[in-house]
């Protein structure tokens, strides 16, 4: 796997560091993924539901129920810019298993 110095970090775990050296074709992307298959959680919420006519200032807090395993995993450089709501939208129709959506060169994307 990665090795012992695995580590996450920021205010909200979510920034993973490997113990791997910097590269750009060796090993960083696997390692990351595997990483994910077997490690990658999200928190699971509960929303209740609010009846018809009820007063919307008191609607009820999210419920976290416990964490899951997340339905996709999106690896990208710090100089990436994502468009969340193009990513969802696309993702609702994207396979559910072994998806790969990248850019092989800086013209051409794949599905």
């Given at each position: ?25 060796s ?36 419920v ?27 993702l ?20």
């Amino acid at each position: 796997m990665c090795g012992p110095s695995l580590q996450l970090t920021a205010a909200f775990d979510d920034i993973l560091l490997l113990d791997i050296p910097e590269n750009m074709n060796s090993g960083k992307t696997h390692a990351f993924f595997s990483w994910a298959a077997e490690n990658a959680t999200v928190p699971r919420w509960e929303y209740p539901v609010v009846e018809d006519g009820a007063d919307q200032k008191s609607k009820p807090s999210p419920v976290w129920t416990g964490e899951a395993a997340p339905q996709y995993v999106v690896k990208a450089d710090d100089d990436s810019f994502i468009m969340l709501g193009e990513l969802e939208r696309r993702l609702r129709v994207a396979p559910r298993t072994k998806a790969y959506w990248g850019c092989e060169s800086c013209v051409e994307m794949l599905w």
